[in-house]
């Protein structure tokens, strides 16, 4: 098969695809892997490195992707790459798509196939290929939201410290949803020394909060009347909310925002799949932040991105397995032979095969394609 790894050209997105370990396997199971030169420049790998492994360097990202039948890459298509996508293309990357109806639409109409990160599914309802970015997503939000807080951050934050000092109480932080993102972010609050609340609907999951923090994370059965009581004594409010596939539920409204003191933050993880916060919208790394009700909001879609080296090994330990199987027995007959891969099929010859995603936008939903 003839893989192509572009540059990425989403807003301060340095990550990369595959790495030349990755490129050697594939080109010693016989297969043709063009490189777009300076693709892995953002964490440290040279052209050269994939020359060595026997990747082919393509000056133009038109070119590479032209010449793939298989593109793999770490983030969804954007405006300016529509053009590069054909009938009959694969392309592996996070997509997010039922907060992206422009592109679902341009993905049906060119008759792509994508095949999304974030949800291949194994039987016991784990993502193993988001589970990583999760990981560091989550233990980037304490971070990001202590630096926001401080007074001289670009929005001009409350001024406080997260972990408070001997004599002075310590920040508040709350985590809505207690998946891999909140554990994560939970891990580094307290870690901080900050005081912590996670909210979720599981009360298993609630549980094993208490086992591994004890007293130092209070644990709420997560409801409309539990986050409205906790939001006003929150510093920074961290969401980590999943549906798999679908968009975030919207669990935090402008008035329950309004409650919050001036100067405080929102960090929305969920902001991939659309956000749970009602006043939440994406925002770059170049322009991170605004501000609703003199509340601080985070929405970058695309957190990892700042870390990219830790990011780009993490993603790729996981998700290179189901691309090598991809390329190895094409897709057809690795979805049969391995179904998990189904489950990361979202659309494919003109038709969404999501559910979720068809029920995001009212779409049909076809089920049986290889049949």
Known sequence: ??????KEVKNREHRVGLVPSNVRSLTE????????????????????????????????????????SLIVKVKEPVQEEYHRLREG?????????????????????????????????????TLPLLRPMSEVSGRLAPQIGAHLLEKHSSEGG????????????????????????GLNAAKVACGLGARVTVLDIN?????????IFGSRCQVLMSHEGSIAEILPSADLLISGVLVTGAKSPMLVSR???????????????????????ETIHPTTHDNPTYKVDKVIHYGVTNIP??????STYALTNVTFYYGLLIAN?????????????????NTHDGHVTNKAVADSFALPYVDKIFQ
């Open 305 to 310: 991105g700042c870390v990219p080296k830790t």
């Open 329 to 345: 027995m094409g897709l057809m007959e690795a979805v049969k032979q391995y179904p998990v891969l189904r489950t990361g099929l």
């Open 89 to 125: 293309l694969i392309v592996y990357a996070f997509f997010h798509l039922a907060a992206e109806e422009e592109l679902t639409k341009v993905l049906l109409d060119k008759k792509v196939t994508a095949v999304a990160y974030e949800t291949i599914q194994l039987q016991d309802g």
């Open 255 to 277: 008035s329950m925002l309004a409650t919050m003191s001036p100067g405080s933050v929102v960090v929305d993880v969920a902001i991939d799949q659309g956000g749970s916060v």
């Open 29 to 68: 199971a016989g297969h043709q892997v063009y490189v777009e030169a300076g693709a892995g420049k953002g964490v440290g790998i040279e052209d050269v490195e994939y020359e060595g492994a026997g990747g082919h360097i393509i000056s133009g990202a038109d070119e590479l992707w032209q010449r793939s």
């Open 158 to 181: 409350k001024g406080i410290l997260l972990g408070g000092v001997s004599g002075v109480k310590q920040g508040h932080v709350v985590i809505i949803g207690g998946g891999v993102v």
């Open 1 to 6: 098969m003839k893989i192509g790894i572009p």
């Open 203 to 211: 009360p298993q999951r609630l549980s094993y909060f208490s086992d």
